[in-house]
């Protein structure tokens, strides 16, 4: 059973505090993505790695980074958080190629930014 | 970015019948199709994925993929209370490990 877990599941930080948010998978996964959800706007990818040490942004990377020392962590980094960061952070991680590349997700991290 | 287009709910529908859930996508690249559903709080579980053109039964769902039409489908047969969630398609290719999802179509199923 895959499991993909996260550090928390409700933070609560103060504007400009450096907030980590972190995910551990067990399958050995090559993939590892984050996303954030909020109402009206879906599931968006802030940062995905595919392998240890290596990073791509996704589609709404500004004011976070990332981190991959390990291939069953990924760490997602806000250096300095404010307001309009308070959402459902989303864990993911799956193989690589076509026919493995389901992706699992963790529990989540609801972030609130006071 | 890939754009991934849900017909808008809320979808209501009564116990025991069929709910019906639209996808389109614009990338005619894209391989892999899958299906999520989201229970309010919680994070997506996979239900379906597909990859090749027609039908993919699996127990109460039916997935149906029609990459010529860039059509992707959720049939939900004897639908129950306990399918009353929010259902997201989402869309990749081979080349490109990034899921695009839609913004989700939530289900009501009325007993």
């Known amino acids: 059973d895959v499991k993909v877990t996260q550090s928390s599941r409700y933070l609560v930080k103060r504007t400009g505090e450096k907030v980590f948010l972190e995910c551990v998978q067990d399958m050995d996964h090559e993939n590892m993505f984050w996303y954030r959800q909020d109402p009206g706007l879906g599931l968006r990818l802030i940062y995905f790695s595919y392998d240890v040490k290596m990073k791509e942004k996704g589609d709404i990377p500004e004011g976070y980074s990332v981190s991959r020392e390990k291939k069953e962590r990924f760490s997602l980094i806000l250096e300095s958080a404010s307001t309009n960061q308070t959402s459902m952070y989303l864990c993911a991680s799956s193989f690589a190629g076509q026919k493995y590349d389901t992706q699992y997700f963790g529990p989540g991290t609801r972030l609130t930014v006071l | 970015q890939k754009e991934v287009e849900q017909n808008s709910g809320p979808l209501s529908v009564p116990e025991g019948a069929i709910a019906s859930l639209n996808c389109t996508y614009s990338?005619?690249?894209?391989?892999?199709f899958f299906w999520y559903r989201q229970y309010s709080g919680k994070s997506p579980e996979l239900i379906m994925s597909?990859?090749?053109?027609g039908d993919k039964e699996d127990g109460r769902f039916t997935a149906q993929l029609n990459k010529a039409s860039q059509y992707v489908s959720l049939l939900i047969r004897d639908s129950q209370p306990s399918d009353s969630a929010t259902y997201l398609c989402a869309v990749t290719d081979s080349n490109d490990y990034k899921l695009s999802f839609g913004a989700g179509t939530t289900v009501t199923v009325r007993a």
């Open positions: 597909i990859y090749s053109n």
């Open positions: 990338d005619r690249g894209s391989q892999s």
